[in-house]
């Protein structure tokens, strides 16, 4: 077995739930970044001014969803100044999913536009 690793919005999370979750064990991490914290991230790419503001307003009401249903196994918060302490906390889930799980191995796939925000 494989464990398959995605950085998605919800409506990708809501489609692998409905169509895989009969079959496989779906983990969840909801990684919260402050709307401050992320527009600094954002401010350091060039496409800031047209894009950062249309995807937040997009992804408000697909996360506002997610956090009301607490569709989501886990919880990080990825504040200013704290990346180390939240890939620190996403190797601790992975590690503890892994140990009580039948997992040998992990593909990554991830999405470097989502990886930014």
Same mark, same amino acid.
């Given at each position: 077995?494989?464990? &398959?690793? /995605?950085?998605?919005? =919800? +409506? #990708?999370?809501?489609?692998?739930? *409905?169509? /895989?979750? $009969? !079959?496989?064990?779906?983990? !969840?991490? /909801?990684? &919260? ?15 800031? @001014?047209? @894009?950062? *503001?249309?995807?937040? *307003? ?11 249903? &607490?569709? /989501?196994? =886990?919880? +990080?918060? $990825?504040?200013? #100044? *704290?990346?180390? !302490?939240?890939? %620190?906390?996403?190797? !601790?889930?992975?590690? =503890?999913?892994?140990?009580?799980? $039948?997992?040998? %191995?992990?593909? &990554? ?9």
């Amino acid at each position: 077995q494989k464990a &398959h690793i /995605y950085i998605i919005d =919800y +409506i #990708g999370l809501k489609y692998l739930k *409905e169509k /895989y979750s $009969n !079959t496989v064990d779906i983990v !969840t991490v /909801y990684i &919260h970044a402050p709307l401050d914290a992320r527009r600094m991230r954002a401010s350091e790419r060039s496409d800031f @001014e047209t @894009e950062f *503001e249309n995807r937040v *307003e997009a992804e408000r009401a697909q996360f506002d969803e997610l956090r009301r249903n &607490h569709d /989501y196994d =886990y919880t +990080i918060s $990825n504040d200013f #100044g *704290e990346f180390d !302490t939240a890939v %620190n906390q996403l190797c !601790t889930i992975f590690d =503890y999913e892994l140990i009580n799980s $039948n997992i040998s %191995n992990f593909v &990554h796939i991830i999405d470097p536009q989502k990886t930014n925000s």
